[in-house]
């Protein structure tokens, strides 16, 4: 009797990978979920940075409110800020650690919203610009609302923690994938060995 049960002796039949073995972890809701509020987060910043450029221009192209102008440059550099922490890059929460914090960076969107409702034009020329405006502003205070109150309940930290799972769970894929590439081509050489 051979090896693996052939009882005729035969060449020796090698176990193949399971398919429960190549299948690919599903993605995590939480995390999923997490990555498209970031998205909106960051869209809302974005709208923010487009609003205050307009405003901006607008008061220097008037001359007449020099103030806003300088004001709206502010809401400009934060606004970027907001974007920036949203990618979550590595050397920007390094150089910020406030950014690693929910907490910190929903206050840092609520201070940029407030700034961007700031000052409003009411004027009839610039309804549309107010509304954007209002738009903006309140879309962005509303992710810092969330933000402030997920940091307080420690969901960054619960983020954090799946994320470093998925990031131990892919790599584990990946060396599986990898040994069983390498067991292929193991294979491979003892049947041309032994032909």
């Known amino acids: ?4 049960g052939d009882p005729e002796g035969g060449e020796p039949v090698l176990p193949g990978p399971s398919s429960s073995a190549r299948q690919r972890p599903g993605l995590d809701p939480f995390l999923v979920v997490c990555r498209c509020f970031r998205v909106i ?13 307009l405003s901006a221009v ?10 806003d102008g300088i004001f709206r ?9 907001v974007v920036l922490a949203e990618t979550e890059w ?21 201070f940029v919203a407030v700034m961007t ?36 309940l420690c969901v960054g930290l619960l983020k954090r923690s799946r994320q470093e799972k998925e990031i131990t769970r892919e790599q584990a894929v990946k060396d599986l994938e990898e040994l069983e590439r390498r067991r292929e081509e193991l294979e491979q050489m003892l049947l041309a060995e032994r032909a």
């Open 1 to 4: 009797m051979s090896r693996n």
């Open 41 to 53: 987060t960051s869209l809302a910043s974005i709208l923010c940075i487009a609003v205050n450029v």
């Open 58 to 67: 607008r008061s220097f192209k008037n001359g007449s409110d020099v103030f």
């Open 73 to 81: 440059c502010y809401a400009i550099v934060l606004a970027f800020f």
């Open 90 to 110: 590595g050397f920007i929460i390094k150089f910020w650690k406030v950014f690693e914090y929910w907490a910190g960076r929903g206050m840092l969107q609520i």
């Open 117 to 152: 409702r700031a000052f409003p034009d009411y004027s009839e020329r610039q309804r549309d610009l107010v509304l954007l405006q209002n738009i903006a502003s309140y879309l962005l205070l509303a992710c810092g609302v969330v933000y402030v109150f997920s940091g307080l």
